[in-house]
Nanobody
Framework: QVILVESGGGLVQAGGSLRLSCAAS????????MGWYRQAPGKQREMVAS?????????NYADSVRGRFTISRDNAKYTVYLQMNSLKPEDTGVYYC????????WGQGTQVTVSS
């Protein structure tokens, strides 16, 4: 059974920070690269960050968040995190975690709203 539970979103002013967490089941977490995806209002879901399961956790970021967001994972807790700093209004959206490439299983997501 695939379980993905995202948390940590909220309302924040531009320039602020949030830390998202995603608790995953071992079946999806253990051997997979994990990613954070976001869906802004009226837009398609896009991946903003990813981290491999091995190799010390190789990370990759979308250009729009590079230098502001940091993805990490705790393999013992089956949890992936997204530290978001210097938030901008365009970061607003629902954030999801999933494997990379993503599976058909999605959690409920966590809403991030950045006010200007």
């Amino acid at each position: 059974q695939v379980i993905l539970v995202e948390s940590g979103g909220g309302l924040v002013q531009a320039g602020g920070s949030l830390r998202l967490s995603c608790a995953a089941s071992g079946s999806i977490f253990r051997l997979n690269t994990m990613g954070w995806y976001r869906q802004a209002p009226g837009k398609q879901r896009e991946m903003v960050a990813s981290i491999t399961s091995s190799g010390g956790g190789i990370t990759n970021y979308a250009d729009s968040v590079r230098g502001r967001f940091t993805i990490s994972r705790d393999n013992a807790k089956y949890t992936v995190y997204l530290q978001m700093n210097s938030l901008k209004p365009e970061d607003t959206g629902v954030y999801y975690c999933n494997a990379v490439p993503y599976t058909g299983h999605w959690g409920q997501g966590t809403q991030v709203t950045v006010s200007s």
